[in-house]
């Protein structure tokens, strides 16, 4: 019985050796729609003023530089794939009272990093389907230049000069976010060759307040729908037969 | 060559974490009115002493430091006024105190007034949690013809986070179109009988602001309401937002003139040109300096000036149980385009 486990137990090991496969490449994501929700309707700002919270509506942006690498590990249909991403996550027109296109800012970047379950449907085909979930670790809040409450303008002599768009209150906000959140996604994607377009989905499954205030609105509920590009990088993968 | 890109994207990331500029804020001033006191009067002359205020934000909003001794300069319109004194005072301390916001919402008409509710928002909050604590402090709002005062939450308190949120509510909503005649002498005439019945200290302060509205409900006698605050012991203090416009009800506006001068409470006229260049040109910094500071003026020891001006009349004669207005001006180095700061004042010479 012992040596039978034994043979069985080598069978799934050389299986799972011979099977396997690594791949490392480089993911893009260009798009972001997004919904943050407030659980009160006004939001409280150490300036003494206030703003509408939250339009309970989901809004596209353009995210900019937001990339990262992703490391992926193939068994068989199945595969566990691992990222870190650099991300921009918009929410600048949730906030309704703000009103002109400048002071849409309430973007900062966090470092996020995946890890993925996945199923690809027919991986000996050219053009593949794959479906996913998992959990994304987002750590930060950073404000780049990409992000920066700092508009340059034209003034009447013609110089250039500085325009600051409520950055004190765009800073308030993203000092009410926690450093750390956890979001569950899920997504589907399509491969052809080594390029793959994805759509994912995520929502937090943690609260995203450093702090929660009785008397002031405090962040909710957070989904993102991202349209994720990723591109396999060449990598040549060792295998090793047991023996 | 797919390397080199994944390089170059993440160098980009790299020099993109920049730490922002802070952008520097200019100085501003706010100046006011404490008190006013009529010493002496005949037909043709009154002498007048003003308590009032330069507010310096560079001075971390106290008292201007420079003597403005050779920067004031005196009423020359309706009055011609001759400078008999000039002093830097501190004011006597009445104590703690309990203090209301009455406010009105809803606009007569809306044109130029929409940011009225943004500039009366930040103000009553400041204030609100500046006086809180030490103080008790209480938001109202001026209903409907059945219920003319609507109390917000439970009337007094010393935590002013409970307020905040409806303070939000009624700015963001209440810049509507009104058709309805306003009951705000009836509120005024509650909200005296409820500060008479809750208020724990015997100083107690009244501020009121009310949106515009050319109908109001006038079934109360105007100065029955300032005889009551009177006997009350309620001051109550006049902060102006918006300046007036041909449409306002100069009837009402007089009113809370005379309910101002009689109960010598603190009067602030916001010029209108000083709440630019602030973060976009939000927020009323002149205004919220003085809303900051209130409740230091109401508990009293506050450092201001004492002018006491003589003032002559060719016009009117001066009578008493009458409201008299005048102002006079401080000369400022100022950033802003307004250098010289008109302080308008107005004062009651008693039967």
């Known amino acids: 019985m012992n040596r039978f486990l034994l043979i069985l137990f080598l069978l799934v090991i050389q299986e799972y050796v011979y099977s396997q496969k690594t791949e490392i490449g480089i993911i893009y994501s260009p798009i972001l729609v997004s919904k943050l929700t407030f659980d009160k309707d006004y939001i409280i700002f150490k300036d003494y003023g206030s703003l509408t919270a939250g339009d309970n509506k989901f809004h596209a942006y353009f995210t900019g530089i937001s990339t990262g690498l992703f490391f992926r590990y193939k068994i068989r249909n199945f595969y566990l794939q691992a990222e870190t991403n650099f991300f921009g996550n918009n929410f600048g027109q949730q906030i309704p009272d703000w009103a002109s296109s400048r002071k849409k800012n309430f973007t900062y970047s966090s470092i996020d990093v995946p890890v993925i379950c996945g199923y690809t449907i027919n991986p000996s085909s050219m053009i593949r389907f794959r479906i996913y979930g998992g959990l994304n670790n987002k750590f930060g809040k950073f404000i780049t230049a990409f992000y920066s409450s700092m508009v340059y303008l034209i003034n009447d002599n013609m110089n250039q000069e500085y325009y600051f768009v409520d950055k004190t209150r765009k800073k308030e906000l993203i000092n009410k976010l926690h450093f750390y959140s956890l979001n569950v996604l899920g997504g589907i994607g399509i491969s052809r060759y080594s390029t793959s377009i994805d759509i994912r989905i995520e929502r937090n499954i943690t609260n995203l307040n450093k702090i929660n205030y009785e008397n002031n609105a405090n962040f909710k509920d957070l989904f993102l729908i991202r349209l994720c590009l990723s591109h396999t990088l060449p990598y040549k993968t060792k295998t090793f037969i047991i023996k | ?351």
């Open chain 2, 1 to 351: 060559m797919k390397y080199i890109s994944v390089i170059i994207i993440f160098f980009l990331i790299f020099i993109s974490c920049k730490k922002e500029e802070d952008k520097l804020i200019k100085n501003y001033y706010s100046c006011g009115v404490i008190s006013t006191e009529v010493l002496s009067y005949t037909s043709t002359k009154a002498v007048v002493k003003v308590k009032f205020f330069v507010l310096d934000k560079s001075n971390h909003d106290e008292l201007i430091k420079q003597s403005i001794l050779n920067n004031i300069i005196p009423p020359s319109s309706d009055y011609v006024g001759l400078l008999d004194s000039l002093k830097r005072i501190t004011t006597n301390i009445n104590g703690n105190f309990s203090a209301a916001v009455l406010i009105s919402d809803g606009l007569d008409k809306t044109i130029n007034m929409d940011d009225y509710f943004i500039e009366m928002e930040p103000t009553v909050r400041k204030f609100l949690h500046t006086a809180a604590s030490s103080n008790e402090v209480m938001l109202a709002k001026v209903g409907n013809n059945i219920k003319p005062l609507e109390i917000i939450n439970n009337g007094f308190t010393r935590n002013a986070d409970e307020l905040d949120i409806p303070l939000a509510e009624i700015c963001k909503k209440g810049n509507y179109p009104a058709n309805d005649t306003l009951p705000i002498l009836q509120a005024i005439d509650s909200m005296i009988n409820y500060m008479n019945v809750k208020s724990t200290y015997t100083h107690k302060n009244l501020i009121i602001f009310y949106s515009r509205r050319k109908l109001f409900l006038q079934n109360i006698n105007l100065d029955s309401i300032i005889n009551k605050a009177r006997q009350s012991n309620i001051t109550c203090h006049m902060l102006e937002v918006t300046p007036n416009y041909t449409w306002t009800n100069f009837s009402l506006e007089n009113f809370f003139v005379k309910l101002n001068t009689c109960t010598h409470g603190i009067y602030y006229e916001s010029p209108y040109s000083f709440y630019n260049n602030y973060e976009g040109g939000e927020l009323p910094m002149a205004l919220l300096q003085v809303s900051g500071k209130l409740n230091e003026m109401m508990y009293g020891g506050f450092e201001c000036f004492e002018v006491v001006w003589s003032l002559n009349t060719t016009s009117s004669n001066f009578t008493s149980g009458k409201i008299y207005s005048s102002d006079f001006s401080v000369r400022l180095s100022t950033n802003y385009e307004q250098e010289e700061i008109s302080i308008p004042f107005h004062f009651y010479i008693n039967p």
